[in-house]
């Protein structure tokens, strides 16, 4: 009898793992592909180092601004891979190493769940459990559109290129995975084509912040196309031709369509036989302590739908794993922050200004822009701003919008203000070394709180 299995082996699952064995628990993991999860083998960690690579031939590119003359002799994108392989293996050997160090028992299989206490494996062998952690992750998923499958590049076969198409159109609700590939694939020759069905893109965040990046974008050359939404894929002759609506009917010409969107992992596990609650998305329902609508089984991570982001998985794999080992926490949903590394990088927690209006909240903002930090101005990396959203009647700092150099660095300050409950004003009087990207974050907190130093009075 175990304590708790958890089904699923990326970062969440690995999380839950590891916090119920401290908790001293029994602890299974059932994972029959690699431990790490889309994160470590062909996500988070492996498009990192191909964005990096990308960093590198910009910086390449623009040395000559800082009176270094350089050229780029050859791109070898078959050690980029090499690379990514390595460090996605040498992750996958540690996560293993501190597993069977914490003494859970790693299962090289699937699980079907019989009851909210049994698990039944593909030789119907029955394990008996008192807690389930669900933490199956999502998969890539092809959007119905005609002809699309023949013309589709995934983002898995990005991390393995060898060579970037001549062109690619990037569609949907244009989120973190669609821009960061955007960003990589334009820098590396890439004639990238972006459409957004909403009026922007990154929807889900700050309007600011999908100005800000839209704008970055366009002096990068990727077109932006807003409310068009792909209807059907054609061969031609130069490769493919998508037609597309919105505000007017038109077609684009490209060699590859990418297809990056992801669904819950529910499927051929049983939840339906169990009664477990679904979202009309397929994601798993779960309340604030990660409980599903079956009693002791918990969900984690991608397969609870949301943002899929892995830092969340692992902060919702600790919390699942104490409440399954008795405790009884609330997750805070409204403390995981955003990030995306593209060129400028975009950082984020907590509301929106359009979603602090929509809730009714009366509210300062405070915004500072990278163009007046001295750091930012040495470098010339001089593009974006933060922008802090506080409650105007007491300075709750409600959310953090950093698009800029280091923002998902950055953030990180926002998330621990927040924590710790910090007003705009306290945060204010902060001090930061100069000179230094983080000097915007307080100075932002500043104009929040209506004292701003550099800023020209209103």
Same mark, same amino acid.
């Given at each position: 009898?175990?304590?708790?299995?958890?089904?699923?082996?990326?970062?969440?699952?690995?999380?839950?793992?590891?916090?119920?064995?401290?908790?001293?628990?029994?602890?299974?993991?059932?994972?029959?592909?690699?431990?790490?999860?889309?994160?470590?083998?062909?996500?988070?960690?492996?498009?990192?180092?191909?964005?990096?690579?990308?960093?590198?031939?910009?910086?390449?590119?623009?040395?000559?601004?800082?009176?270094?003359?350089?050229?780029?002799?050859?791109?070898?994108?078959?050690?980029?891979?090499?690379?990514?392989?390595?460090?996605?293996?040498?992750?996958?050997?540690?996560?293993?190493?501190?597993?069977?160090?914490?003494?859970?028992?790693?299962?090289?299989?699937?699980?079907?769940?019989?009851?909210?206490?049994?698990?039944?494996?593909?030789?119907?062998?029955?394990?008996?459990?008192?807690?389930?952690?669900?933490?199956?992750?999502?998969?890539?998923?092809?959007?119905?559109?005609?002809?699309?499958?023949?013309?589709?590049?995934?983002?898995?076969?990005?991390?393995?290129?060898?060579?970037?198409?001549?062109?690619?159109?990037?569609?949907?609700?244009?989120?973190?995975?669609?821009?960061?590939?955007?960003?990589?694939?334009?820098?590396?020759?890439?004639?990238?084509?972006?459409?957004?069905?909403?009026?922007?893109?990154?929807?889900?965040?700050?309007?600011?912040?999908?100005?800000?990046?839209?704008?970055?974008?366009?002096?990068?050359?990727?077109?932006?196309?807003?409310?068009?939404?792909?209807?059907?894929?054609?061969?031609?002759?130069?490769?493919?031709?998508?037609?597309?609506?919105?505000?007017?009917?038109?077609?684009?010409?490209?060699?590859? !369509?990418? +297809?990056? =969107?992801?669904?819950?992992?529910?499927?051929? &596990? @049983?939840?339906?036989?169990? %009664?477990?609650?679904?979202? /009309?998305?397929?994601?798993?329902?779960?309340?604030?302590?990660?409980?599903?609508?079956?009693?002791?089984?918990?969900?984690?991570?991608?397969?609870?739908?949301?943002?899929?982001?892995?830092?969340?998985?692992?902060?919702?794999?600790?919390?699942?794993?104490?409440?399954?080992?008795?405790?009884?926490?609330?997750?805070?949903?409204?403390?995981?922050?955003?990030?995306?590394?593209?060129?400028?990088?975009?950082?984020?927690?907590?509301?929106?200004?359009?979603?602090?209006?929509?809730?009714?909240?009366?509210?300062?903002?405070?915004?500072?822009?990278?163009?007046?930090?001295?750091?930012?101005?040495?470098?010339?990396?001089?593009?974006?701003? !933060?922008? +802090?959203? =506080?409650?105007?009647?007491?300075?709750?700092? &409600? @959310?953090?919008?950093?698009? %800029?150099?280091?923002?998902? /660095?950055?953030?990180?300050?926002?998330?621990?203000?927040?924590?710790?409950?910090?007003?705009?004003?306290?945060?204010?009087?902060?001090?930061?070394?100069?000179?230094?990207?983080?000097?915007?974050?307080?100075?932002?907190?500043?104009?929040?709180?209506?004292?701003?130093?550099?800023?020209?009075?209103?």
């Amino acid at each position: 009898m175990y304590d708790v299995i958890v089904v699923g082996g990326g970062p969440g699952g690995y999380a839950a793992a590891i916090r119920a064995s401290q908790l001293e628990g029994k602890v299974a993991l059932m994972e029959p592909a690699e431990v790490g999860g889309t994160c470590v083998n062909r996500g988070c960690i492996p498009t990192k180092i191909w964005l990096h690579a990308a960093r590198l031939l910009q910086g390449i590119r623009t040395a000559d601004e800082f009176g270094i003359t350089a050229s780029v002799q050859e791109l070898n994108f078959q050690k980029i891979v090499n690379r990514k392989n390595g460090v996605s293996g040498d992750i996958r050997m540690g996560m293993e190493g501190v597993l069977r160090s914490n003494k859970v028992e790693i299962i090289r299989d699937w699980a079907v769940l019989k009851s909210p206490k049994q698990v039944s494996l593909d030789d119907g062998t029955v394990l008996e459990t008192k807690k389930i952690i669900l933490a199956t992750g999502s998969s890539p998923t092809v959007p119905e559109v005609r002809g699309v499958e023949a013309a589709a590049l995934t983002t898995d076969q990005v991390l393995e290129m060898r060579k970037a198409p001549a062109s690619v159109l990037i569609g949907g609700a244009l989120g973190p995975i669609e821009v960061e590939m955007a960003a990589l694939l334009n820098i590396f020759g890439c004639k990238v084509v972006l459409i957004s069905e909403s009026r922007r893109l990154l929807s889900r965040e700050d309007g600011e912040t999908s100005q800000r990046l839209a704008q970055a974008f366009r002096e990068q050359g990727v077109e932006v196309l807003s409310r068009f939404t792909l209807e059907s894929v054609q061969k031609s002759e130069r490769g493919y031709t998508c037609r597309l609506s919105g505000p007017e009917q038109r077609t684009v010409d490209v060699e590859k !369509v990418l +297809i990056s =969107s992801r669904r819950p992992n529910t499927a051929n &596990l @049983g939840l339906e036989q169990m %009664g477990l609650r679904l979202k /009309e998305d397929g994601a798993v329902q779960v309340n604030e302590q990660l409980e599903t609508s079956v009693e002791g089984i918990y969900a984690i991570g991608d397969v609870t739908g949301g943002w899929m982001l892995s830092h969340a998985s692992s902060s919702m794999g600790i919390t699942a794993a104490e409440n399954a080992m008795g405790n009884r926490r609330n997750f805070s949903f409204h403390l995981i922050p955003r990030a995306i590394w593209t060129i400028p990088e975009v950082g984020a927690v907590g509301l929106s200004e359009e979603e602090a209006e929509q809730q009714g909240l009366d509210v300062k903002v405070g915004d500072f822009p990278y163009s007046i930090n001295g750091l930012a101005m040495s470098r010339d990396e001089m593009d974006g701003a !933060v922008k +802090i959203i =506080s409650d105007a009647r007491y300075g709750e700092i &409600l @959310g953090v919008h950093i698009v %800029g150099a280091h923002a998902t /660095e950055l953030i990180g300050e926002a998330v621990l203000a927040m924590q710790l409950e910090a007003t705009a004003s306290e945060l204010a009087k902060s001090v930061r070394a100069h000179p230094t990207f983080s000097e915007n974050v307080v100075e932002a907190a500043r104009d929040a709180a209506r004292r701003a130093l550099y800023l020209p009075r209103q």
